[in-house]
């Protein structure tokens, strides 16, 4: 059974940094493209950041800059390091599996972990 289990949410300051993980189980990791999306209230969901099976990373305008996404193969874990964050970065980010190698297709999300910028 495949599973993604995301940590690392919390609540900062503008300007703070966090660290979200994300673990998956059930399944190869480095055989699949990896992405983190959030969405805020009343929005929907949107790409934050993808990585490929060959590392190859592609980012939403909103965050580039300021966020790196990155892969552990040796321990099944993609992370988002987000860095400058501010008000508008609110939201839940989830974690996805693709069902690619090369391209971000996802067919399985994560519970989700809520990130909140506030002063």
């Known amino acids: 059974q495949v599973q993604l289990v995301e940590s690392g949410g919390g609540l900062v300051q503008p300007g703070e940094s966090l660290r979200l993980s994300c673990v998956l189980s059930?399944?190869?990791?480095?055989?699949?493209?990896m992405g983190w999306y959030r969405q805020a209230p009343g929005k929907p969901r949107e790409l934050v950041a993808g990585?490929?099976?060959?590392?190859?990373?592609n980012y939403g305008d909103s965050v580039k800059g300021r966020f790196t996404i990155s892969r552990d193969n040796a321990k099944r874990t993609v992370y988002l390091q987000m860095n400058s964050l501010n008000t508008k970065d609110t939201g839940v980010y989830y974690c996805?599996?693709?069902?690619?190698?090369?391209?971000?297709?996802?067919?399985?999300w994560g519970q989700g972990t809520q990130v909140t910028v506030s002063s």
């Open positions: 996805a599996k693709s069902g690619s190698w090369f391209a971000l297709q996802p067919d399985y």
């Open positions: 059930g399944s190869i990791f480095s055989n699949y493209a």
């Open positions: 990585i490929t099976g060959d590392f190859t990373t």
